[in-house]
């Protein structure tokens, strides 16, 4: 059952990884004599995916917590199934998008439900084992994802979605099979799958701004429009927030300073991290004329170092509040973005260019990445455990989405300007100084905080 319910946390996080490394040969693949689609057309393919993803998250969970997580596993995991099928059959990248949005869908659905299914399942002493063991699959994917993109796309970059075909069946056929269900709570308030949408598409608005302004002018009506648009969503959401008794963020949540912090550092990370992951398989594709699979092995190097620095950190430095260990992974992120910057050489200089950067920044990664959602749910209470950590899992998709975003507002066309790419890389590394010093915030609490009491 444990190998069934990560296994899909594992499918999941595997997908991100490969469809990275897929990202050129897409491009190439849709290219026409009349021409291809441009860089900004090609980042909806990771964008549509993070905004959907974060927005039905929370919701999504509470949904399968009221009306049974097995239910909602097997249903999200048989969406995300057929919709990398549709995936690999796309035959354009507006079509490709549609079917990135289905599987986003289907990942909020079956992520939430995959723990709290395994938790539930497991005796009291071994729960928090299970969840560190639930948490640790995102890593081991990050870490077997871009070799293994690399591989398959030299098939086809169609069997970047569609490698997730068979496994995905499997999963749903074992967890009707093996998964025992959880009893649901059909007293709790149905969440505000409304507020989601409009989070949803607020954040939808700014991303479009932002990939669009080079195109249409920083002050065209069209960019100024969406921009306008994403602030009226954040207040429409904030407003609906207030009012439903089960929100997709709870306000009283927010005023919790450790925890609002905690989703700032989260957020602004992840900004950084999502843009310079792009950027670097952007640069060896584009600039060192490597192929997918070389790409995805020169990469992999920097989440291969993430689960070990995250098992070292914990036994090691676990007396450490977590915000000193964000911080640290924050500034090491920051120095592998400027070492980036200042190595930067168009002729291919993998060893000492790249490796060492990435290598800093995977150790960076794995100091930050599994103690801000530690740090963020550390003064709440254990019914708001969930939907705390849920949020930081939102702000981390949000922040990813972001990121691209910003790098092809940077980039504009691709990867050749060296300008364009050392300002990137500045970016990153100003966002990773802004989470260190968000982190740092969340211990800058001089009264004890009072912690809200569970929603409905």
């Given at each position: 059952m444990t190998a069934i319910l990560t296994g899909a946390t594992f499918l999941a996080g595997l997908d991100l990884f490969i469809v990275n490394v897929a990202f050129e040969e897409i491009g190439r693949d849709f290219t026409t004599a009349s021409g291809g689609p441009?860089?900004?057309?090609?980042?909806?393919?990771?964008?549509?995916?993070?905004?959907?993803?974060?927005?039905?998250?929370?919701?999504?969970?509470?949904?399968?917590?009221?009306?049974?997580?097995?239910?909602?596993?097997?249903?999200?995991?048989?969406v995300f199934t057929?919709?990398?099928?549709?995936?690999?059959?796309?035959?354009?990248?507006?079509?490709?998008?549609?079917?990135?949005?289905?599987?986003?869908?289907?990942?909020?659905?079956?992520?939430?439900?995959?723990?709290?299914?395994?938790?539930?399942?497991l005796p009291a002493e071994k729960r928090a084992a299970g969840a560190r063991l639930w948490a640790l699959t995102g890593a081991i994917a990050a870490a077997l994802g871009p070799a293994a993109g690399g591989g398959l796309v030299q098939l086809s970059w169609h069997w970047a979605f569609w490698i997730n075909v068979p496994i995905g069946a499997f999963l749903v056929v074992a967890a009707i099979r093996f998964?025992?269900?959880?009893?649901?709570?059909?007293?709790?308030?149905?969440?505000?799958?409304?507020g989601a949408a409009v989070l949803a598409a607020a954040i939808g608005a700014l991303v479009l701004g932002l990939v669009q302004a080079e195109e249409w002018g920083w002050t065209s009506g069209a960019t100024l429009t969406a921009f306008a648009a994403a602030l009226v969503g954040v207040a429409a959401f904030a407003g609906l927030s207030a009012r439903h008794p089960s929100p997709v963020i709870d306000p009283a949540l927010v005023r919790v300073r450790s925890f609002a912090w905690a989703n700032v550092a989260t957020l602004v990370f992840n900004t950084?991290?999502?843009?310079?992951?792009?950027?670097?398989?952007?640069?060896?594709?584009?600039?060192?004329?490597?192929?997918?699979?070389?790409?995805?092995?020169a990469i992999a190097i920097g989440p291969l170092v993430v689960p070990p620095t995250s098992i070292i950190a914990?036994?090691?430095?676990?007396?450490?509040?977590?915000?000193?260990?964000?911080?640290?992974?924050?500034?090491?992120?920051?120095?592998?973005?400027?070492?980036?910057?200042?190595?930067?050489?168009?002729?291919?200089?993998?060893?000492?260019?790249?490796?060492?950067?990435?290598?800093?920044g995977g150790i960076g990664v794995g100091l930050a990445f599994p103690n801000l959602v530690a740090a963020a749910t550390a003064t709440l209470p254990p019914a708001q455990g969930a939907t705390g950590s849920g949020i930081v899992s939102m702000a981390r998709q949000v922040g990813f989405a972001l990121g691209v975003s910003v790098l092809v507002a940077i980039l504009g066309h691709g990867a050749a300007d060296t300008d364009a790419v050392r300002a990137a890389w500045l970016f990153v590394a100003a966002c990773s100084v802004l989470a260190a010093v968000a982190a740092l915030a969340m211990t800058a609490v001089r009264q004890p905080e009072k912690v809200p009491a569970p929603v409905g």
């Open positions: 441009t860089l900004s057309e090609l980042s909806w393919i990771l964008s549509a995916y993070a905004v959907v993803y974060a927005a039905l998250l929370v919701p999504m969970g509470r949904l399968t917590d009221r009306y049974g997580r097995k239910p909602g596993f097997v249903a999200g995991l048989a057929l919709a990398s099928l549709a995936c690999g059959f796309a035959p354009g990248v507006w079509e490709l998008v549609a079917a990135r949005v289905l599987q986003a869908v289907g990942a909020a659905a079956m992520t939430p439900a995959s723990l709290g299914l395994l938790l539930a399942a998964v025992p269900d959880v009893r649901n709570d059909t007293s709790a308030p149905r969440p505000d799958l409304v950084g991290f999502g843009a310079s992951l792009l950027l670097g398989i952007l640069w060896m594709q584009q600039v060192w004329g490597f192929s997918a699979l070389e790409t995805g092995f914990a036994r090691r430095l676990g007396h450490l509040h977590p915000s000193r260990l964000i911080a640290a992974g924050g500034i090491l992120y920051a120095v592998a973005a400027l070492w980036q910057l200042f190595a930067l050489s168009t002729e291919p200089a993998y060893w000492s260019t790249f490796v060492p950067a990435w290598i800093v």
